[in-house]
């Protein structure tokens, strides 16, 4: 069959099954149908080559279908492809909890798997919510910051800024209270709000020093720093969501790499499994893990997915971490925040540019619209077109055109990418 006349057919059938995240279907173009992934290269059904320029949703760290973690997966499905974690355990999953608690924070002690990064971020609210119940303490506020994104489901949601997004389901989502993220100015401020609360907060869940849905904003390693030993004071939990700043984003392996304060829980998923398959991670202290320690049956987690620590899942994580730490892969890295750093300095000569902001891999700025900033912004459609046509896969959040590129791309590579943001960027007048 002629390829052109079989993609119409795959578009169709897509269209006739298929409902798409975060999609309008009605206004929607048709979706490109991928048939191959390599490296960073996405190829669709007509023969055209697209670099992946945000990893497919900020998820692949190493290109796509890396050898390395096919190779590993593949050994591990003619193995032990799944078993229950309930009263069994399995060689992979101890690995990894053992070589990510290797990486974290000494206070990091105890791994509780599940599948995503929403469902690692509930079963983290469940830990601290039950942690004070466990202890007959009456905590039940959440603190979180505005403008956060902490996945889709219910609890994520809660914690999640209020938005368009969650806007139909709002009279279903639970108390939270929300503060600005920090700066030099605003800290007092902060602290005192905190203070007011203090005794009714279960925890404090963030995003370190990048928002990431909410438009990449970034804010600084000593201002969040100031507000976590505050919390510490206070004797709230923290909760630091790496879900996206995780696996080397930031330029370090994680977030927390950059502060000195440390949280009691972190929570992880996308580039855990190099973007591979599907997982989250949920750690914890042991002061949070002893306290539903106990005879009375009542005190247990009860919670938990059936693909818990899924065998598949943690060959991958494993191989794609052996990866991560490989000289290659920091090298870079650095390379990437070197390139993206000299890029920043370009694109300030660009009327059409503001708030450029960069940590590590993660680029980002705003164009200027004269519309301001909004993920309905319609220019990001147009941007998102004027990329693809070009060979590159952006996803603009509204005006806010960002770059997380698989640590694989190259330096040419690279440079063709910021080549055509310029070229793009040229055809609009401000
Ligand atoms: C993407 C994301 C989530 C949700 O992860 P999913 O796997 O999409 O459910 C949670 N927290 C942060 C910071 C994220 O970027």
Same mark, same amino acid.
């Given at each position: ?42 190829? #669709?059904? #007509? ?49 990894l909890s053992e070589n990510l608690l290797k990486l974290l924070p000494e206070g990091q002690q105890k791994v509780f798997y599940s599948d ?7 079963v983290a609210l469940k830990m601290c919510i039950q942690y004070a119940h466990n202890r007959e303490k009456k905590k039940t506020k959440i ?288």
């Amino acid at each position: 069959m002629n390829t052109t006349i079989k993609k119409a057919n795959l578009q169709q059938r897509d269209k006739a099954v298929n409902w798409h995240p975060y999609t309008q279907m009605k206004t929607a173009g048709e979706a490109i149908p991928i048939v191959r992934g390599k490296g960073v290269y996405l190829y #669709d059904h #007509d023969g055209n080559t697209y670099i992946d320029a945000v990893s497919s949703w900020w998820v692949t760290l190493h290109g796509h279908s890396h050898p390395y973690i096919a190779q590993r997966v593949s050994e591990q499905l003619h193995t032990l492809e799944q078993v229950i974690f309930a009263g069994f355990t399995h060689e992979p999953a101890i690995q990894l909890s053992e070589n990510l608690l290797k990486l974290l924070p000494e206070g990091q002690q105890k791994v509780f798997y599940s599948d995503n990064g929403s469902t690692a971020v509930e079963v983290a609210l469940k830990m601290c919510i039950q942690y004070a119940h466990n202890r007959e303490k009456k905590k039940t506020k959440i603190l979180a910051f505005k403008n956060a994104y902490h996945g889709d489901t219910f609890g994520a949601m809660s914690v999640s800024g209020k938005s368009f997004w969650t806007k139909p389901f709002e009279s279903m989502l639970f108390e939270v209270i929300f503060i600005d993220i920090p700066n030099a100015g605003n800290i007092e401020s902060l602290q005192q709000q905190i203070k007011d609360l203090a005794g009714e907060l279960a925890c404090f869940i963030f995003e370190p020093l990048v928002q990431g849905a909410a438009g990449m904003l970034m804010y600084e390693a000593k201002d969040l720093d100031r507000l976590m030993k505050f919390c510490r004071e206070q004797n709230i939990l923290m909760i630091q969501d790496e879900v996206f700043t995780g696996f080397g984003r930031t330029g370090k392996l994680f977030a927390t790499d950059h502060l000195m304060e440390k949280p009691d829980i972190m929570c992880f998923s996308k580039g855990l499994t190099g973007g591979t398959m599907p997982m989250g991670i949920t750690t914890c202290t042991n002061e949070i893990y002893n306290a539903f320690l106990s005879e009375d049956r009542h005190k247990t987690l009860f919670h938990g997915h059936s693909f818990t620590a899924n065998p598949l899942a943690c060959a991958a994580a494993l191989a794609s971490m052996e990866l991560l730490l490989n000289e290659e892969t920091r090298k870079n890295i650095e390379r990437i925040t070197r390139q993206h750093s000299a890029f920043t300095k370009v694109l300030e000569s660009v009327p059409q540019v503001e708030h450029i902001r960069q940590i590590g891999t993660i680029l980002a700025f705003d164009f200027k619209t004269g519309q301001g900033t909004s993920y309905f912004n319609e220019t990001g459609k147009k941007l998102y077109n004027d990329f693809l046509q070009r060979g590159i896969i952006m996803r603009p959040l509204g005006n806010v055109v960002y770059l997380v590129p698989p640590y694989c791309i190259t330096a040419e590579e690279l440079d063709f990418v910021y080549q055509t943001i310029m070229d793009v960027l040229a055809q609009y007048q401000v």
